[in-house]
């Protein structure tokens, strides 16, 4: 039986609090957070997950539990990780280290992040729940024999879009990192690179050859929304971010010298039920589709009744309606991977290794998402086969990252 421990206790942590629901083996043991750890410990507690605490600082966190999760923001990663080195300095014995996506803000950080676990020896999963949605493993699954047959997949569509995001560090895009490109675009580059890999392969096995981005502020550069977020602390007229971003990666297969496609397309301005996750996947011959809107459950609420909702976001994430027709996904924890990631770096840490996605591969997701902000800056393709170009990356910090969005959107 793992013992869990939270740093951070805001909306990630809440949906892997219900996604613990339904791994075995498991205590959610502590939580410590600026903001949020008592309504999250109270709530594991009445979901039996245990006696869950509530902790005073990371170093006593660390010390009462064996495996540590950051989920807190982004811009608060390498000093939590480096609370969490003098706890394990101390004397803290920990079986494992989970980050959030995306691992860091940009490719310093997060080599810093790879270097301080490495030093720690203690196995590392890297949350990137998309990887283990059981629509698309399961698709796989079916489709693996006439992968075999056929070849491996050749173009991957990968779409996460909503309607923004729900805290203003995320918009500020010197806090989070970027615009929707960094917050969501390192889910559908993942999530397409792995729809290309051919079943049995390394999840970085592919080769990427070259990277081209367009981004833009199209919604929430106008008015009233712009107005909105400056109500919210966020100011765009100074520092804007991208809402929309839409990535072409281009993969070889080191073995077959096959090339493969990944599209990857995001959006802060879907402005439509919930969250939308679109994935497609086109092999020679064969193909597959998810789209998470699409739900058994269904749900209409009159304008008579709509005062009487209390909460649409428990009927969908990111829901902008509380009337009218409405979609319900009743399992989200599950239907997003979130389950799964669990299961996988559970059994991993319990058995002293890796998660099948460790920090060095949420590593190679931030190269790629600094090259395509690179590719959008440049208003070119970037060659990812190039060492310079690899070199240039590893200090490159994007201009909308400083603040100097008003350059380039
Ligand atoms: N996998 C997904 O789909 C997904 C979804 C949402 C968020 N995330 C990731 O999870 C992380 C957290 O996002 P969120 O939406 O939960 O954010 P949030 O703002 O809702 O919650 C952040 C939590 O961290 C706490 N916190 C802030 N600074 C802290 C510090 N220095 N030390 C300890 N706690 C601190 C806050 O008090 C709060 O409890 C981000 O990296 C985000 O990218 C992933």
Redesign the pocket.
Known sequence: MLKIGM???????G?HERALCSVRNVEFAGV??????DELAQQARRDRLGDTKVYESIGALVKAVDVVCL????F?RL??MREVARAVEGGAELKGIII???LARNMREADTLVRMAKAMHIPTAY?E?QIHMPCIVQARRQLGQVEQAMGAAHLARSAEEHGGP??P?FWDPTTQGGGVCC?MGC?SIACGMFMLTPSGKPLDYLKPVSISATMALLKWGKEPWISQLKERGVDYTAAPAEDYSSVSLELRDPETGQRSMVQATNSWMYDAPGLRLLMEAFGPGYSYTVNSLQSPSGMFISDAAAAAVTDSELALEKSQATRGSLILQPNESDL?GYVAEWIDALAAFEEGRDALLNLEYGKLIIMLIMAAYMAHEKGKTIDLTDPNVLNELEDYIPLIQQGHGKKVL
């Open positions: 740093i951070g206790a805001g909306f990630v942590a949906f410590y957070a600026l903001k949020g750890a989920f807190a923001p982004n608060a000093e939590i959030e996506k995306p949350f729940n729900h805290e560090w917050d889910h997003y």
